[in-house]
């Protein structure tokens, strides 16, 4: 495993040198009481950033670099972590409405499965 | 495909509000292919009406949370993009949904036309017809 500073910006009040430093800094901020926050959709990205630390695989991080380049490691982890939320949403909802709607039918499958194929997905 | 962006136009967010099968279906397959879903704005425009009744529609743009622009460079080529289909004013805004996705880099549109949204998009765009 390494260790790998994100590039993006840096945010007041968060400047960190180690992972130990934001996991101590990111436990006190949980103890904080929080303010209710209203997410609202963005267009084309949110423009504001925040700097943060995270760890890779070796063999990731040194794959990334090859093929990305260090430079654009922050907007290619942004949109595979924006992808991974939006997944994630979007299967909650799916779950929700089938406790409300019932179970996708089969033919529903069948009908979609032949839409995307003609599509070239 | 595994990571397409995937344009989701006026009918498909409807009917997904609403709980349709097809709709589902759609949203699961594309999930299981981790795409990513965009709605173009003009989007917007076609689908809300009366906050007080739209919580379904509001809550799944608020899951989709991919809202693409629409510029003065995308309306122009909008406008452009429907003369040259010949197809009447009354398809502007599917125009507009067009040229939206496609400067958004989408390589799927998800319709409930396909009819227009094929002529509008010609070889630009896959369409997905729901």
Redesign the interface.
Known sequence: MTGLRDDGLRHPGLELESHREYDSAMATKSRSPKKPTK??????GDERKVKRSFTLDRKVDEEARRRIGARGLSAFVNDAI??RL??L??????DE??A??GP??DT??S???D??K???? | MRNAIVALDSGVLILAAKGDASARALLTRLRQEDALLVIPAPVLAEVLRDPSRDAGLHRLINDVDELAPTTAAVARAAGERLGATGLPPSCTVDAMIVATAMARRAAFIATTDPGDITALSGADLNVIGV
């Open positions: 997410r609202t959709p963005t267009a084309g924006k992808r939006q997944g949403r979007i299967q909650a909802w799916l409405r089938e409300i709607d996708i039918p529903a499958f009908r979609i499965d839409a995307l003609k599509a070239g997905f």
